[in-house]
């Protein structure tokens, strides 16, 4: 019982007015970005990153964990109301969230759709309380061949588990790892891919691609669609809110499985937009109600945002206890770690114990707060939506500008900005996944790090990757995860035949 | 590279087909993998005295851009079927760069004159031009969205943004 210990000393960590009030204004902007079209979750914490810079660290991550968890929150509104969804993973929340608001049963299917994040986070936290501390314990023996062997295992399980073409997401990862390398070779001192621009020499910012990509990117994506918003007005009274919850225990089993799948993308680098499509088919294919779906079942919206939110919640574990992200917006809070000058990693847990707590905690505090938030101000964060597109989409741009300049005070980053901006459009429209070109921005430097550490120790013998059974073990995982579209390939010749 | 589909706008029938768009962004990878490669060579790719050199770790990183986007590029090519999908149309391309080339002068014009004013002003064009407002109420947004982020960034958060090579700010002493 260390651990509520611990938590407890967080709670009194987080329980300051000062850090109440960052929680609320996190959770309110959160909401706003995850409602706006072209601010998700990942760049809005990058855009808004700048503004911690003087915080203490822990005040700066509750700050910005509970913009996450409004842009998760926030990503329902609009695909509720609008059919527009905010986010990637509420698209599955509009297949019977939407038709439910046509019904006149918006407030029922928002106060769902809340709750049931509410839920998913909930038992995602109590996952983290629990078992974060237990891995960075374990984690503590890994040394660089270790630490390299669950760097591949994260490359490859995007290969193996993605969706698209195995060469594509190939591509997009080793285009981030390229990126990472352009600028001052940490080890030699040399200056790398910069051609003589000395401008290259601080090499890319992983945010200023996180701003571009997912902001510009998706700015230009939804001009392409011509966006049009014509939505259900709302208002959730409290009655409605009493009945939704007093029908909720029913769909116990829905919860309980979302929130399994939920957790099991979010640790491995899954990510919330799989976990909610994939939770969405298992309720369709496991209710009684299935072939009902898509006329407007509330299982057909808790399904989805259940896992949704588990899974955003869970991809901080691997954040905390490895230093590894499992989402991109987990990944800037990983940036931010370093900006603040903490060391990510297992030692975290032993070196920054009110950080780790507090953060901890705070995700138990910041889902409560944004839960009554949320459901309070509907009528408020809807009414954003209203502003028409040709005065938000030129304000998105300019925040994204401010964003993208602030990171290193660098006019050349809005430049680069409108860069990456064109290559996530194209990425987006030739699959191309950006998941893990961002992670492979991210974590390049360390992974290279880890794995020239491992080169020294064994004098350019890569047998030191199976070298023990652990390493091994996790090496082993990693190459099969890679070589997993070829070998279901096979495995499906061989049935056929 | 037509769709086969009638559709009421000529422009909604032409445009870049994705077979097409898949083979040129195949090909620049390609080139950014030979360029990753090309450097990490001259840095030295191998084995030095104290452990592996700086190129060590991008050559093969590039290698692999190399291979995984020749690969890309023989599956467009030999994907003829693609040929007649339609990556975007002539109409949505238009709407597109309608966004993206102003938004690349709007960058230029932060270069020189700064955030703020950039800002205010391509605020208050997007207004004019797309959205069809009146001038003063299209103004009006542009500049009181810039004067609020102002006393947010300048006076709350102190956190000074570009001002532009001229600097037409600079009367306000901050």
């Known amino acids: ?144 061949p270790e630490f390299f062997a669950v760097y591949l295992l994260t490359f490859c399980s995007f290969i193996g588990m993605g969706k698209g073409s195995p060469w594509k997401t190939l591509s997009a990862m080793m285009l981030g790892f390229a990126l990472a390398a352009v600028g001052m070779d940490t080890v030699t001192g040399q200056l790398r891919l910069i051609f003589g621009f000395t401008d290259l020499m601080r090499g890319f910012d992983f945010l200023i ?23 259900k007005t709302a208002r959730i009274n409290p009655k409605v809110v009493f009945q939704t919850w007093a029908s909720l225990p029913k769909y116990w089993a829905t919860l309980v499985r979302s929130s399994a799948i939920g957790i099991w ?66 990944a800037v809070l990983l940036g931010g770690l370093l900006i603040w000058g903490l060391q990510p990693g297992p030692l975290l847990f032993v070196e920054q114990k009110d950080f780790v707590w507090g953060l901890i905690a705070s995700m138990y505090l910041g889902n409560i707060f944004g839960l009554v938030i949320v459901l309070t101000c509907v009528p408020l964060f809807a009414a954003i939506l209203r502003i028409p597109f040709s005065i938000i989409a030129p304000v998105i741009l300019v925040i994204c500008a401010i964003g993208a300049y602030t990171v290193h005070s660098a006019m050349l980053d809005i430049w680069f900005m409108m860069l990456f901006g064109v290559i996530g459009y194209l990425f987006k429209k030739l699959n191309y996944p950006l998941a893990p070109m961002v992670l492979a921005l991210v974590l390049g430097d360390r992974a290279e790090d880890s794995f020239r550490q491992s080169m020294l120790i064994a004098q350019g013998d890569l047998r030191i990757f199976f070298s023990n059974g652990l390493v091994g073990g996790i090496t082993a995982l990693a190459l099969i995860l890679l070589f997993w579209p070829l070998v279901s390939r096979v495995v499906g010749r061989l049935r056929g035949a | 590279m037509t769709d086969e589909t009638p559709l009421p706008d000529p422009d909604e029938r032409v445009g870049i087909s994705l077979r097409l768009m898949d083979i040129i962004v195949a090909l620049l990878l390609f080139v950014v993998g030979a360029v990753v490669v090309f450097d990490s060579y001259r840095l030295g790719s191998s084995w030095g005295s104290d452990g592996p050199q700086s190129g060590y770790f991008p050559f093969r990183v590039g290698i692999l851009i190399c291979i995984a986007s020749l690969i890309t590029f023989v599956q467009a090519v030999r994907a003829r079927n693609l040929s007649y999908v339609m990556f975007v149309s002539l109409a949505r391309l238009k709407l597109v760069l309608i966004v993206l080339i102003p938004a690349l002068f709007y960058v230029l014009c932060v270069q020189y004159i700064g955030l703020y004013v950039a800002s205010a002003i391509y605020i208050a064009l997007f207004m004019v031009w797309l959205g069809k407002y009146s001038w003063l109420k299209s103004i009006l947004v542009g500049a009181l969205v810039n004067v609020s982020f102002f006393f947010m960034f300048e006076v709350w958060f102190k956190v000074p943004l570009w001002k532009g090579d001229l600097d037409p700010l600079r009367f306000l002493g901050f």
Not at chain 1, 323 to 329: Q, V
């Open chain 1, 1 to 144: 019982m260390v651990e509520l210990n611990a938590l407890f000393q967080g709670f009194a960590v987080v329980l300051t007015p000062f850090n109440m009030l960052l929680m609320t204004i996190g959770i309110v902007l959160g909401v706003i970005i995850g409602v706006l079209p072209g601010l998700g979750g990942a760049n809005g914490v990058a855009i808004l990153l700048p503004l911690t810079f003087a915080m203490p660290p822990t005040s700066a991550i509750i700050m910005l964990s509970c913009i996450y968890w409004g842009a998760l929150f926030g990503g329902a509104i609009t695909s509720i109301l609008f059919n527009i969804p905010g986010e990637p993973w509420s698209v599955a929340t509009t297949f019977d969230g939407y038709p439910m608001a046509q019904q006149g049963r918006a407030g029922e299917a928002l106060t769902a759709a809340f709750t049931s994040s509410f839920v998913g986070a909930f038992v995602a936290v109590v996952m983290i309380t629990f078992l974060a501390p237990m891995v960075a314990k374990f984690a503590l023996q890994f040394g660089p």
């Open chain 1, 209 to 231: 691609a996180v701003i571009g990509l997912f902001g510009i990117g998706e700015i230009l994506l939804s001009m392409e669609e011509g966006l049009s918003f014509t939505g």
């Open chain 1, 265 to 330: 993308m979010g640790i491995t680098p899954g990510g919330a937009t799989p976990a909610s499509f994939m939770s969405y088919g298992v309720a369709k294919r496991m209710s009684r109600d299935g072939e009902k779906f898509g006329t407007g079942q509330i299982e057909g919206v808790i399904a989805p945002e259940t896992a949704a939110h588990a899974a955003g919640t869970s991809a901080l574990l691997p954040m905390l206890a490895l230093g590894i992200p499992g989402s991109p917006t987990a």
